[in-house]
């Protein structure tokens, strides 16, 4: 893709069928992140459009989207995989100790209907059950590499069972040496 590329010009992924489906790798990426990975997002978590989501049995936290704008300049649409961590506010707050460390998270980037398709956006699933929900809690996501691009949906199940895998490559891509050290990133708040 050339430099001067405008993000209107550029056309989303390819959508994909049924034969991408049942062929789908376990693991992805190369054994160590390559560029333009490690890519380092964050910002306060923002309400989405309310459509999919928990009804998947998927919620998925947005990112705001002046903090999207890098990867969204350089990358293609469809699923990430790396890691998230959110970040304990100075009051107020809910989670458990658990719920604040770094954990494996899937990542959604798509063109955003709400904006005529003009911007993208990122909408981040961790892996990790919730005590509750964390609407403006700081989210620190660290992307390691690319699952697939959108698929073309013809059913309900068919997404959710995509989820299902998407999860399951995420969790198996990041469980290599050269991955798993990222949780541990500068990016995150470690203690
Ligand atoms: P929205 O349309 O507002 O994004 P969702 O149904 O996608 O609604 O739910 C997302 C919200 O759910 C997040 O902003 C967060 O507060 C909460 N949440 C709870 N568990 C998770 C999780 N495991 N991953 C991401 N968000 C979660
Ligand atoms: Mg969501």
Known sequence: MSETTTMSQRPA?????ESFRLTRPQIVGPETPEPPFPIRLGGPVQRGFGRGGKDLGCPTANLPDESIETISSIAKTG????YAQVLCPKKGNELSEEDLKVHPMAMSLGWNPFYKNERMTAEIHIMH????DFYEYDMRVVV???IRPELDYTSREALIEDIEI?????????DRPEYRKFSSDKHFVLN
């Open 13 to 17: 992924a390819p959508f994909q069928t």
């Open 79 to 82: 699923v990430y995989y790396g």
């Open 129 to 132: 059950e919730f005590e509750a």
């Open 144 to 146: 390691l590499g690319y």
């Open 166 to 174: 998407d999860k399951n490559v995420a969790q198996r891509s990041l």
